[in-house]
């Protein structure tokens, strides 16, 4: 998920540490987020590019029916660990943490190079016309500092897909992030490390304003004043809202990631996992015609695309 709009309310040790401080605390903490995330983020993009490498079980669903679940996360990674061991959970977290930390680097120099002047909150005094061109003020602000610090990071972001996807194929060819920026650049230039990059961009863009704007008409026109929790609702509102437009916007995670490690040499980015795609909008058509728009989006109950039919019934 973009970072930003999803943070929950409550960044008072960070302020109280001061600018410097604060910037060291971010990159500490998204470190660490990014660490700790790292073995969810390896098993759903194996599930990703469609690497299946367990057979469905049947089990039942809400209504009793008999259907066929493809393995969970954790079943997955216990898979990972029984072939590469506990440390095989982490496969591409160098990179992985170099993009995390770039990106909280740039964002916050972003934001210090091109500061909000004076910049106000919305206020319950302001009228709608006002309320509602802070909101869009402070979004394309946002929107600035996302678009800058994704460029920024994206290149290690490739790397670090690739190092894992290794996994399907067992290969070796990314070993190292200063070998892989080598062999990056030598078989496909520098656009080889923008590769998804435009999907990813859009998936933001589109995320940051439909969550801002939703938070800010549901904090305007549905939470009323007069109750006493108010300010609290209205404190989390965007961080809800940012939970449920991430589903909205997931394709674009897809397809980016699917397009990073797309014909680059590795199994997992070529037939039958998928076809060489020309472009994100080709890898897009490809996955809306197959139904698999949103695969990944779910590790813990994953049904498998056969009917119910396909297999005996009580």
Request: proline residues 7%; glycine residues 10%; contains cysteine.
């Amino acid at each position: 998920l973009p970072p930003g709009p999803l943070s929950p309310p409550g960044g008072g040790a960070a302020e109280a540490a001061g600018p410097e401080g604060a910037e060291g605390l971010f990159v500490l903490l998204g470190a660490g987020l990014a660490a700790a995330s790292h073995p969810l983020l390896y098993v759903k993009l194996l599930v990703q590019v469609g690497h299946e490498p367990l057979p469905p079980t049947i089990g039942r669903n809400v209504l009793g029916r008999k259907v066929l679940y493809l393995p969970g996360f954790f079943t997955y990674a216990r898979h990972i660990v029984e072939v590469d061991g506990k440390r095989g959970l982490f496969r591409g977290l160098t990179p992985r943490l170099i993009s995390s930390t770039l990106s909280t680097i740039t964002r916050g120099s972003v934001k210090k190079a091109f500061p909000l002047e004076d910049m106000e909150h919305v206020s319950n005094k302001d009228d709608v016309k006002t309320s509602l061109r802070k909101v869009v003020r402070e979004t394309s602000h946002e929107m600035m500092m996302q678009c800058v610090s994704r460029v920024v990071s994206h290149p290690l972001h490739v790397i670090s897909m690739r190092c894992m996807v290794q996994f399907v194929g067992r290969e070796v060819k990314y070993s190292g992030v200063f070998s892989a920026i080598g062999r990056i650049f030598k078989e496909e230039g520098i656009l080889g490390f923008f590769v998804g990059l435009v999907p990813h961009i859009l998936g933001d863009v589109i995320f940051l304003w439909c969550c801002n704007l939703l938070a800010h008409f549901i904090n305007t026109y549905a939470v009323d004043d007069n109750f006493s929790q108010a300010s609290v609702i209205r404190s989390y509102t965007k961080f809800v809202m940012g939970i449920a437009v991430s589903m909205l916007t997931y394709p674009f995670l897809l397809v980016g990631d699917l397009m990073a490690v797309n014909n680059c040499g590795l199994r997992a980015g070529l037939p039958p996992y998928a076809p060489a795609f020309a472009s994100w909008i080709h890898c897009w058509r490809y996955l809306s015609a197959q139904g698999q728009l949103f695969r990944g989006s779910s590790l813990l109950f994953r049904r498998a695309p056969i009917p119910a039919a396909s297999f005996p019934i009580d």
